[in-house]
């Protein structure tokens, strides 16, 4: 079964630091498969938005509020993509997803993780 998971998620204090991990399972992550990858996040109320999201092509491409701060990356050899957060604000905190696409091949085409906590204490 094609799966993400996403991990790293936790209670951190103002200006502190972490790392979310989102491992693929039934299927292999990279460049000449996949199209797209993305972290998204919904804080509690609010609509889900797009945190950073990297192609093949390019570094990644950031919300507005994650420029300078937040970093995604992938690892292929460990079929994983992250996040990694620095400086945390209480703003922050939400549920992160993680979401790979692609336009080819067989389904899935959109798959999306389960999501992970990350709560910021000021």
């Known amino acids: 079964q094609a799966q993400l998971v996403e991990s790293g998620g936790g209670l951190v204090q103002s200006g502190g630091s972490l790392r979310l991990s989102c491992a693929a399972s039934?299927?292999?992550?990279?460049?000449?498969?996949?199209?797209?990858m993305r972290w998204y996040r919904q804080a509690s109320g609010n609509d889900r938005e797009l945190v950073a999201r990297?192609?093949?092509?390019?570094?990644?491409v950031y919300g507005h509020f994650a420029r300078g701060r937040f970093t995604i990356s992938t690892d292929f050899a460990k079929n994983t993509m992250y996040l990694q957060m620095d400086s945390l604000k209480p703003e922050d905190t939400a549920v992160y997803y993680c979401?790979?696409?692609?336009?080819?091949?067989?389904?899935?085409?959109?798959?999306w993780g389960q999501g992970t906590q990350v709560t910021g204490s000021s």
């Open positions: 039934g299927i292999i992550l990279g460049w000449d498969v996949w199209d797209e």
């Open positions: 979401y790979a696409a692609k336009s080819g091949g067989s389904p899935p085409y959109r798959l």
């Open positions: 990297v192609t093949g092509g390019d570094s990644g």
